[in-house]
């Protein structure tokens, strides 16, 4: 099994940064992959990037490439989001998840674990 805890959310003004933070606990961590997504009031839950452990593969949603960048720190079993230039349209609870598979995917389906949720909301 595979626990997560995410940190790091908040309240920011429009163009401001935030940092997430996705604590990993459990199995082995190398043959997964993690990935963040996001859900707004009234929304279906959104893929946003996603990290591979083993060799450090991303991709991102095109909604946030550029301003997103997702990392990871083998020593600290943590994954970070790390979220600029934020907008309005960027508020949601952001939520840490694992696939399984170690693969890039972009689909939650595939994503066995999740953590709480931390919520970032953007003013203007």
């Known amino acids: 099994q595979v626990q997560l805890v995410e940190s790091g959310g908040g309240l920011v003004q429009a163009g401001g940064s935030l940092r997430l933070s996705c604590a990993a606990s459990g199995r082995a961590f190398s043959s997964l992959s993690m990935g963040w997504f996001r859900q707004a009031p009234g929304k279906e839950r959104e893929f946003v990037a996603v990290?591979?452990?083993?060799?450090?593969?991303?991709y991102y949603a095109d909604s946030v490439k550029g301003r997103f960048a997702i990392s990871r720190d083998n020593a600290k079993n943590t994954v970070y989001l790390q979220l600029n230039s934020l907008k309005p349209e960027d508020t949601a609870v952001y939520y840490c998840?694992?696939?399984?598979?170690?693969?890039?995917?972009?689909?939650?389906?595939?994503?066995?674990?999740w953590g709480q949720g931390t919520q970032v909301t953007v003013s203007t």
């Open positions: 998840a694992a696939n399984p598979f170690g693969t890039t995917a972009v689909t939650p389906l595939v994503y066995d674990y």
């Open positions: 990290v591979t452990w083993r060799n450090g593969n991303t």
